[in-house]
T-cell receptor, first 113, second 112 residues
Framework: EPEVTQTPSHQVTQMGQEVILRCVPI?????FYWYRQILGQKVEFLVS????????KSEIFDDQFSVERPDGSNFTLKIRSTKLEDSAMYFC???????????FGPGTRLTVT | LAKTTQPISMDSYEGQEVNITCSHN???????ITWYQQFPSQGPRFIIQ???TKVTNEVASLFIPADRKSSTLSLPRVSLSDTAVYYC?????????????FGGGTRLMVKP
């Protein structure tokens, strides 16, 4: 069964550093998303992406965040200058059609020290 | 997006049927009801989606009464591996930018 993959599984970085989280969505999917989950809290939507542009973003997704699909397979989330409060599990998801179910990856645990 | 209310936690035993009810009194005409499952340290996984009456797949059934103000996720004969958090999501998914809004979910603990 096709699945969304994410790398790395765990990233430790120092406050103020830039990080790039990588995702490979399912190959024939057209819609891509990033969510995050702070330990013990709810899963929160960050951004959705379609046709090489952002289609929706939340208040969390401020100027420190950016997304990119640099080639035909990868989908990345960049955090320019990490803060302690960015520590969370970051999930990538993809879906084949509008309103289709979203397939989530295993997540990247980001720890900012 | 309609607000949802579901129990914080539930306990069950292996082999039992589990029913998790979600209240969504302010559900709108265009809203769908979707359930996701999340195991510890994993991403959420789609279980089932419905608009009205009953939907069944190989994993679960979803019961939605005529007024659609609540819904019940039914898991037949649960096993230990069904221990997870179950989220009820309600929204006009086709027109909401596809974003999913997760609440606190119901933490289901299945005991031997």
């Amino acid at each position: 069964e096709p699945e969304v993959t994410q790398t790395p599984s765990h990233q430790v970085t120092q406050m103020g550093q830039e990080v790039i989280l990588r995702c490979v969505p399912i190959s024939n999917h057209l819609y891509f998303y990033w969510y995050r989950q702070i330990l013990g809290q709810k899963v929160e939507f960050l951004v959705s992406f379609y046709n090489n542009e952002i289609s929706e973003k939340s208040e969390i997704f401020d100027d420190q965040f950016s997304v990119e699909r640099p080639d035909g397979s990868n989908f990345t989330l960049k955090i320019r200058s990490t803060k302690l409060e960015d520590s969370a599990m970051y999930f990538c998801a993809s879906s084949p059609v509008l309103a289709g179910e979203q397939y989530f990856g295993p997540g990247t645990r980001l720890t900012v020290t | 997006l309609a607000k949802t209310t579901q129990p914080i936690s539930m306990d069950s035993y292996e082999g039992q049927e589990v029913n998790i009810t979600c209240s969504h009194n302010n559900i709108a005409t265009n809203d769908y009801i979707t359930w996701y499952q999340q195991f510890p340290s994993q991403g959420p996984r789609f279980i089932i989606q419905g608009y009205k009456t009953k939907v069944t797949n190989e994993v679960a059934s979803l019961f939605i009464p005529a007024d659609r103000k609540s819904s019940t996720l039914s898991l037949p004969r649960v096993s230990l591996s069904d221990t997870a958090v179950y989220y009820c999501l309600v929204g006009d998914i086709p027109n909401a930018g596809n974003m999913l809004t997760f609440g606190g979910g119901t933490r289901l603990m299945v005991k031997p």
